[in-house]
């Protein structure tokens, strides 16, 4: 599997997808074995965390540090859960990118493909959009994990949970920390894998709406300008070449949106999981905040903070790159030399530039949209309450 082939990577190491290419039994059943330990941890992590705040916790500021670790749990769960149950539908879009109408067809179109591979995955880290979240969650995942060892050296957990059972003997002491750092590390690594993964579907489909109006514009290209695809190459007149290549475009941009809807049904309740935690953790991590100003806690929550607002700023700048390529297309369109089409391939046009009107666009069912918008919105609403409450 070529295509996003580092994102998937990081869910086999998160123990939540299986390689393609290992087909032994015994593979198999090693790898299921050990994604039934990830999900295990994960659930551990949840329902521990859970009970606590609900049976234990009973104070403000206790649920309040609680359900940052409980909401981030949730959210990886979550992702973990969809990784593995709908693994069949994100290899049937891994595969619907590697035929056609998707598949690039000439060495313009390779060009193109390849200029957004290189932004999902580049040698140079400086350019790679996949590489560069990736140090900054394992960064924070490494500061998170020796912050949680240094704690349990002291004789506490890494962070409260509620077992049914004493954990102060040694042994137990330190397989339930255990526990809870493993959850941690395979949580971190289905978030990168999850949300890397979006953002490589979602500039492979700015990939396929550039190379959309690149063929719309091959059309009315003279003949010695232009090449079609494989089977149109012999094709001797520019007439009958228009005839050919244009004949697939009203599908293509129909695919297109097919592929984007089929990728948001998919990580729909991802998004909207995400988005409902994400808020809440920011929303009680000011609160916190408010009411314990020491410089620990600060540094501390406002790591945490920072790497939410991180976590949100990478689905909507997904989301808006392909709202921009999109609604770009009718203007793409329009420029073309569309005066040289046929009044068949006119309408066509026209239709295509309709359907561009409405942009694609990414949604967590009922809460939000994925665009910039949208994150000014909820960022800005954040920080003002943030400072507010640190002034007073």
């Known amino acids: 599997m070529q295509i996003l082939s580092l994102n998937f ?12 290419k290992w087909s032994s039994k015994c593979s198999m059943c090693l790898y299921s074995a050990f994604t039934l330990s990830t ?21 403000m500021d206790d649920f309040a540090t609680n359900s940052l670790m409980l909401l981030s749990a949730i959210a990886a769960l979550c992702k973990a859960i969809t990784a593995v149950f709908r693994r069949s539908e994100i290899i049937s879009l891994i595969k619907t990118l590697q035929e056609k109408p998707f598949k690039a067809c000439n060495e313009e179109e390779i060009i193109i493909q390849m200029k957004y591979d290189c932004l999902i995955r580049q040698n140079s880290a400086y350019r790679s959009y996949t590489i560069s979240y990736m140090i900054l969650a394992l960064f924070s995942a ?28 040694i042994l137990l002491f330190w397989l339930t920390s255990l526990h809870e750092m493993l959850a941690l590390i395979f949580g971190t690594f289905v978030n990168i894998a999850t949300e890397t993964l979006l953002l490589g579907f ?42 050919h290549v244009y004949y697939h475009l009203p599908y293509k941009h129909i695919f297109i949106d097919l592929f984007a ?64 390529k999109s609604t770009g297309l009718s ?10 089409m046929t009044i068949s391939e006119r309408k066509d046009l026209l239709m295509i530039m309709k359907r561009s009107i409405r942009p694609i666009k990414f949604t967590s069912s009922f809460l ?23 002034i007073t």
């Open 261 to 324: 809807e089929m990728v948001n049904e998919i990580f729909s309740e991802v998004l909207f999981v995400q988005f409902f935690a994400s808020i809440l953790i920011l929303c009680s991590s000011v609160y916190y905040l408010s009411s314990h100003l020491t410089v620990t806690d600060f540094t501390k929550l406002s790591i945490f903070t920072f790497c939410m607002f991180v976590q949100i700023f990478v689905y909507c700048w997904a989301g808006n790159e392909v709202i921009l």
């Open 142 to 169: 490494t500061g998170a994990v020796i912050g949680e060892m240094l704690t349990a050296f002291q004789g506490e957990l890494p962070y409260r949970i509620w077992v049914p059972y004493d954990y102060t003997p």
């Open 202 to 243: 979602c500039l492979q489909i700015c990939a396929q709406l550039e190379l959309f109006t690149r063929r719309l514009q091959r059309i009315v290209e003279p003949d010695k300008n232009k090449e079609a695809c494989n089977l149109l190459t012999n094709v001797p007149n520019r007439n009958r070449l228009s005839e």
């Open 39 to 59: 999900i295990y941890l994960l659930n551990f992590s949840v329902l521990t965390q859970l009970i606590d705040i609900v049976f234990v916790v009973d104070n």
């Open 9 to 20: 990577l990081f869910y086999t190491i998160g123990g939540v997808w299986r390689p393609i």
């Open 368 to 390: 939000v949209t994925l665009s910039l918008d949208s994150y000014a919105n909820v960022s800005t609403n954040i920080i003002r309450r943030m400072f507010f409450f640190c």
């Open 331 to 340: 203007e793409a369109a329009c420029q073309i030399d569309w005066i040289l």
